[in-house]
């Protein structure tokens, strides 16, 4: 029944059937196999199998995924690897031409680990390829009698030019084999589009991790510059949108004191600990992928990490309680301050930090500020990037939020001062709206955000990251508020930290 279900659906001129080889021949076939006929030495197509098969695929930014089943004995795969690696190539990985739209994996049926996997999805020739949205492949299944499925054959991609158009007519797109990097933008460059935040939160992490990147690499932490980065990781514990990057945070502010002692000489001591600490992903060890979402430019020059730090300060802002609006501002101008290394940034930003003549009260002004003072650069670079042409011409620098995403934000233009007159409380619940709830959307569905943003979620993150001491929630909360202003649990452990080894019991 499998011969002939293979041989039926066969969509290749030269294809295997499922059942025919097995078991003895496969270690003398492997070794064929391991040289790659691109004459390449790493592959694109990413390798999945059993164990990796559903992490990967719910991890992937990617909104399209293409799984390819093969035996690695068998001949028609072989030839059949270049193609799919031509294709592969164009969107796997930090240099692909269109990275983080469709994610292009393979899975060897002939290996006994990934016999179950294989008959889930009834492969019953090789090469077999599937098309659909990752998550859809997440424990899933497919059979070939099933009227609607989320989880398609694709039956004509003997080639790469035929995968390439069989999956240009899905997207309706117009990817080419021959595309230049930056050249063709596709798929994600509609700024009025309010859904392309949703890619953002794969920024924000992406930000997050290389501004810390910059920081061990630069040997930024010193004496001086301890207190703004602890007060930092304090406010991305408790609110950074992505679970991953707030537990990594955690972990780095419980081990802060052993790391960076407040005594510690600068260089030294961070050359003897170079090993241990640049090895440190704030965000896992999937972050930094090495490219960008909804931040991507059109240029390589253009757009990427700056682009995502003010995501990332954006989507603090609304994440906030009025009682840590102050410390929040202190923490962002601070952090601003001493560790982004673009140098006119930091200064025009301290200036318009120091500018601020009284402290926040209320969440809402805290987020209207940051607000304003971005709209405040935009402007300035909008002059300068048309002057000196530095701009991103996908991306030219205006007024946010333009009004196809938010029209009530406008009153009216005030003719004298040629200023536009806002409609505050609209502008912060657009503010809300983008970088509050639609910015993790994308992650809700694939569980990485957690409960969205509660100190509770933080805790929790905190103990399961380091497995060490345990305290009710209820008791942490009031000794955590009682003794730190802000950053209550992290404040909380790191004092605990200090003075106890960490205990693993339970009690
Ligand atoms: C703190 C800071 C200070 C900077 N100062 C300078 C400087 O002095 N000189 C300089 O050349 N560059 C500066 N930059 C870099 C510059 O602001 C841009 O980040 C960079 O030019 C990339 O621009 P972009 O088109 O990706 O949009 P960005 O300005 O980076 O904005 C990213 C996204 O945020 C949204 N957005 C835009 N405006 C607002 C707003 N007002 N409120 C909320 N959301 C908004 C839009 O969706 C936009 O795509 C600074 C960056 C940061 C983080
Ligand atoms: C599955 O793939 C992962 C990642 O490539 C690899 O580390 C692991 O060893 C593989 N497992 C088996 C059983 O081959
Ligand atoms: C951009 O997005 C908006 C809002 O979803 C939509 O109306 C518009 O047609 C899109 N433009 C393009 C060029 O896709
Ligand atoms: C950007 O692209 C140009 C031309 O391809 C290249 O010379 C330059 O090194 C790139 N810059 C970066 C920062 O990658």
Known sequence: MKLFLGLFLCAFSVCCSSATFSGSRRSILREVNDKDQTGVDHDYAVELNATNFDSVLKDTPATFAVVEFFAHWCPACRNYKPHYEKVARLFNGADAVHPGIILLTRVDCALKINTKLCDKFSVGHYPMLFWGAPPKFVGGSWEPKQEKSDIHVIDDARTADRLLNWINKQTSSSFGLDDQKFQNEQLSSNVSD??????????VEEAT???FDIILEHKMIKPETRAPLIKFLQLLTAHHPSRRCRKGAGELLVSFDDLYPTDFSSSQKQD???????????????VPRGYWMFCRGSKNETRGFSCGLWVLLHSLSVRIEDGESQFTFNAICDFVHNFFVCEECRQHFYKMCSSVSSPFNKARDFALWLWSSHNKVNERLSKEEASLGTGDPKFPKTIWPPKQLCSSCYLGHDQKSNKIE???DEVYKALRNYYGTTLVSLYKEKGIVGNEGTEGAALEDLIVASNAIVVPVGAALAIAVASCAFGALACYWRSQQKSRKPRRTWN
């Open 272 to 286: 003897d600990d170079k090993s241990q600490v640049t090895n440190f992903q704030i965000c896992g060890k999937e």
């Open 209 to 211: 991790s290389i501004a």
């Open 422 to 424: 806002w409609n505050q």
């Open 194 to 203: 309010p859904e392309q935040i949703a890619r953002a939160i794969y920024d």
